[in-house]
Every structure is written in C-alpha cells, then in structure tokens.
C-alpha cells in the first residue's frame, strides 16, 4: 500500500494519527507530524541554498544527553551535530549513522533534545542518504559506539 493511498484511508475512516512499532520503542504519528511530513518546506528542493556547517558554540549539554541515549538504545554507530541555514533559518543538524530502526527514534530524540536547543529547532538526517553523506564528509563525530 502507498503512503498515500494509506492516509486517505485513515481519512475516509476518520483516524486520526497512527503508529509504528506499537510494542516496541514505539512512534506516534498524529495530525500535526502528518502535516509536517506531507509539507513542502520539509522538503529540499534540487538547487535549494542550504550552507551547513560546524557550530559556533556547541551544546555541551546536548551533545551530553545524546550520547547517553545512543549508548542506551545501541542503534546509532555515529552521531554528528552540525549547524545548518535554510531560507535563512537556522537549525541544528543532526546526522545519523544508525540502523533502520532508529528512524522509530526520531520522537525520543527530539524529546530529549527539546530543553537543549537555545531555541532553534532540530533536524534529522541519515547518514545513508545523499545529503547526510555530502554534510558529514570531514566533520568529526560526537558520538561513536
């Protein structure tokens, strides 16, 4: 079944949200992330300006936090927190070099990141995609299993 064929589904059935991995480290989908997924501006477009690179002051206290976490969890086998500006936003960038399922994850981390992030918001990217390999190529990492 095709992602979008799936959420008319849930439309046409008034279901609100859904989730992966229900018995494990579960993820709950819900209108806002589906909104957020299906959104245009979470998307790179090809010629897109985006200028990434090493922050200026890194988030000690963050960078703590994720570590902890990733040893717990063992999915992640690099971790790399980079700075990145997008239609002159600025975020933090975190890449990882991780195992599928740490993409189930995703919520934890920003959950744990949110009182860590001065205010700016926190991307995810893989390390396995086009973007996330060109990013990280000679950065040093944070985290390293």
Same mark, same amino acid.
């Given at each position: 079944?095709?992602?979008?064929?799936?959420? =008319?589904?849930?439309?046409?059935?008034?279901?609100?949200?859904? +989730?992966? %991995?229900?018995?494990?480290?579960? !993820?709950?989908?819900? *209108?806002?992330?589906?909104?957020?997924?299906?959104?245009?501006?979470?998307?790179?477009?090809?010629?897109?300006?985006?200028?990434?690179?090493?922050?200026?002051?890194?988030?000690?206290?963050?960078?703590?936090?994720?570590?902890?976490?990733?040893?717990?969890? =063992?999915?992640?086998?690099?971790?790399?927190?980079?700075?990145? +500006?997008? %239609?002159?936003?600025?975020?933090? !960038?975190?890449?990882? *070099?991780?195992?599928?399922?740490?993409?189930?994850?995703?919520?934890?981390?920003?959950?744990?990141?949110?009182?860590?992030?001065?205010?700016?918001?926190?991307?995810?990217?893989?390390?396995?995609?086009?973007?996330?390999?060109?990013?990280?190529?000679?950065?040093?990492?944070?985290?390293?299993?």
């Amino acid at each position: 079944m095709k992602y979008n064929d799936f959420l =008319k589904g849930m439309r046409m059935m008034h279901i609100k949200g859904f +989730v992966i %991995n229900p018995y494990g480290c579960n !993820l709950v989908i819900g *209108d806002s992330q589906i909104e957020t997924i299906n959104s245009e501006s979470a998307k790179i477009s090809a010629g897109e300006k985006i200028a990434v690179g090493k922050t200026k002051e890194m988030p000690v206290d963050l960078l703590k936090v994720l570590s902890d976490f990733f040893a717990k969890t =063992k999915y992640v086998q690099q971790a790399f927190l980079l700075w990145m +500006v997008r %239609n002159n936003e600025c975020s933090y !960038l975190l890449v990882l *070099d991780a195992e599928n399922e740490v993409k189930t994850l995703f919520k934890s981390i920003s959950d744990i990141s949110h009182d860590y992030l001065n205010g700016f918001f926190l991307d995810i990217v893989m390390a396995d995609t086009s973007f996330g390999r060109s990013v990280i190529e000679n950065q040093l990492h944070f985290y390293k299993s």
